[in-house]
């Protein structure tokens, strides 16, 4: 029996802000959103990009006109070599366009929390700040409590965690003995404004180089400001007596940035032409370094607790988002795999209004055996590709320059597509799922 009226979020981030957005306005639901963070700090974090298939989810979910204005159309990623020569060149516009009419998309990423977080403001969802969640409790088979550390609560009949990977709600909950495991690899990076360089005037463009210590780039993410990285392998840092492996990367942060700025001035002294000299004038005009470890959460955790696990009431929390499946971000589809959950819940949940499924642990059963196999496909590739940065002798990296270079001629004579959509993920549509 159809039960459902207000629901409870878990996190004010690009999940959270989503699935309430959508509910409310798709669903008929009432929902309230609880962060932990102050609104200036829920919106921190650097660039990031959308593929198609996340641009084609949130221009369905209503919110693509809203956010184009903040960021910037990619037109094609260029792989230069070391010593400034263009290595290979793609178009990661034209095809996606023409088959899902969407290309690839960079915005910053408090201006997207902005963006959703105005749209829910505008549709009247409720989001309190500085809410610790400390306790939940599915009672009586058809509400939710949960309670913070200031002593309130509140009731729902649905509970969706979208509290990232370091979820609360996993953590308390859903998967206790889940926990992120690190990748391996960090980055440092920078948001610049804009500088007077030949190289910046091609502002949608993503450019690259693969270095013996990592991978440096670049990407517009702004009309007028630039994105900058360096990601390399990292080895984690010494426990703190905490036993909070976050505090270790506090300590790394603030003890071993020289360490980067080393490695990198190191790195870009080896990078020749124009390119090299353009990463060299963003570097030095970054007044703000940050640096992020990136973590990911293994395979197989558990999005919600079934029924005959102890708990004694039929489930009525589910993980979202990085609180269920966060991958490394080098297959550049975190916030598209969250909007991609926000559609496929809210039209698991619209056939369940329409009585399809008689209870919610269908419709997790359900959303849970779609999403899984799309999950892994995409936390092998950003392991595939986040290897791309692995430490490595100048003649590996010669020997890989010369092999790119080869087959980019090699696919130009014979006509071969270069834009990445032949695997599928960028084409992927969530919403066929539910036919």
Known sequence: ???????IIIGAGPAGLAAAIRLAQHNKLKPVIYELRDPDAAGIGGSLGIPANGLRVLHRLGLWDMMVRHGVEI?????????????R?????????????????????????????????????????????????????????????????????????????????????????MKPVYSGFGAISAIVDDIDSQERKDATCLHSTITPQGMVATAPCAA???????????????ATDSGDERDGWSLYRQNELAEWRSSLSSVLDCMEGQWGQYMRQLVDSSKDLHFYPHY????GGRWFVPSGTGRGSPPRTLLLGDAAHAVQPHA?????????????????????????????????????????????QINELASRNGRMRRNQSPWLVWFKEWYMWFMLHINRFWGMSMSGVSNGDILYDVEAELK
């Not at 990911?296 to 395979?299: D, T």
């Open 1 to 7: 029996m159809y039960d459902l009226q207000k629901v």
């Open 224 to 238: 007028d400001q630039t994105f900058w990285f360096f990601s390399k392998e990292v080895p984690l840092p010494p």
């Open 89 to 177: 060149e793609v178009d990661v516009a034209t095809e996606p366009k023409q088959k899902t009419g969407f290309g690839y998309f960079r915005i910053n990423r408090v201006d997207l929390v902005q963006s959703l977080r105005d749209a829910a403001q505008a549709r009247h969802i409720p989001i309190h700040y500085g809410k610790q969640l400390t306790s939940i409790d599915e009672h009586g088979g058809d509400r939710v409590t949960v309670t913070f550390s200031d002593g309130t609560s509140d009731t729902a009949s649905l509970l969706l965690g979208c509290d990232g990977i370091h979820s609360t709600v996993r953590r308390l909950y859903v998967d206790p003995e």
């Open 296 to 299: 990911r959460l293994p395979l």
């Open 75 to 87: 037109s094609k990623t260029i792989l230069h070599s070391a010593s400034g020569s263009i290595l």
């Open 332 to 376: 550049g589809q975190g916030v598209a795999l969250a909007v991609e959950d926000v559609l496929l819940l809210s039209g698991l949940l619209t056939q369940y209004q329409a009585g399809k499924y008689m209870a919610l642990e269908e419709v997790f059963g359900r959303f849970d055996r779609i999403r899984r196999p799309r999950i892994e």
